[in-house]
């Protein structure tokens, strides 16, 4: 059986120059922004000098390299971590989970949730459970859900979803763009695994011509209720330092039309 040899922990000079590139900046473009001359930034990618501490996560914050792989930049560069992470059930980040709980109940009675960077569901408030009431594939629902593939797996709620073709299209510029801030391979598998899914229905959209004057992407939802039609927005911490939280995102919809606004009134009875 051949064993494969572990791949040797990447140098600080190329994870920098990884970054950089992956911003699409120049040598010349990066040092005038973080005010050091091109020819330190040269040896620093070279690893003809080592960076100290200070403009190592000066040059991650211009590069806005995410706070995980800041992490794994001062690892490579034989620092300690500085950016912690805690699980929300943690003593410490009571008023971060707190305030989470804030926000998803009193959002209600329209739907909320949390999603960590990988959207796997982290809290929802009460009215998310009876909008997944009846999803084919009962293991979707089996933590840890991921709520991308819950969307728009064939057998979860893209049956349910009216204007499927404009929603999935949606996800996932949203998705692509996240991966190319983050390069996480995990979404990119997610992604791929998603962008292969058959359209439900054979590809059939309905009540796509409703675009809300341009200004958002409905959610248009079938249910017991009736016709559902949402707007959504997103929600981040402002000014994390552990990872746990520069990671979530609140993502809470809003009625976009009065029906929907009285059957969610309805529903919370």
């Known amino acids: 059986m051949d064993i494969q040899t572990p791949a040797p922990p990447a140098q600080i000079g190329e994870l920098l120059r990884h970054w950089r590139q992956h911003r699409r900046l120049s040598q010349l473009e990066l040092a005038c ?18 960076p100290s501490r200070e403009m190592l996560l000066r ?14 930049m001062l690892l490579a560069a034989g620092y300690a971590p500085v950016f912690p992470e805690r699980p929300l059930a943690d003593p410490s980040m009571e008023a971060a989970r707190r305030t989470i709980e804030r926000v998803l109940a009193g959002h209600e009675p329209y739907p909320a949730m ?38 728009l797996h064939p057998k979860g709620l893209a049956p349910r979803i009216a204007n499927l073709g404009q929603w999935r299209a949606h996800l996932l510029a949203r998705l692509h763009r996240q991966i190319e801030v983050s390069g996480d391979p995990v979404l990119r598998a997610l992604f791929e695994e998603l962008r292969a899914y058959p359209m439900a229905g054979g590809g059939a959209e309905m009540g796509v011509e409703h675009d809300f004057a341009g200004i958002a992407v409905p959610f248009q939802f079938q249910t017991p209720a009736g016709m559902l039609s949402f707007i959504s927005t997103i929600t981040v911490f402002g000014t994390p330092v552990d990872l ?11 009625p976009a039309d009065a029906a929907t606004a009285e059957a969610l009134r309805r529903l919370g009875e």
Not at 39 to 49: D, Q, W, Y
Not at 126 to 149: H, I, K, T, Y
Not at 244 to 254: D, K, R, S, V, Y
């Open 244 to 254: 746990t939280l520069a990671e979530l995102a609140l993502e809470t919809f809003f």
């Open 114 to 151: 949390a999603v960590d960077r990988h959207w796997t569901l982290v809290m929802a408030n009460a009215v998310v459970p009876r909008l997944l009431v009846g999803v084919e594939e009962a293991s979707l629902l089996e933590p840890p859900v991921n709520v991308l593939r819950l969307s």
């Open 59 to 72: 040059l991650a914050e211009w590069l806005d390299v995410p706070l995980r792989d800041r992490n794994a």
């Open 33 to 50: 922004e973080a005010e050091i001359s091109t020819r330190h930034l040269s040896f620093l990618e070279t690893g003809r000098s080592r």
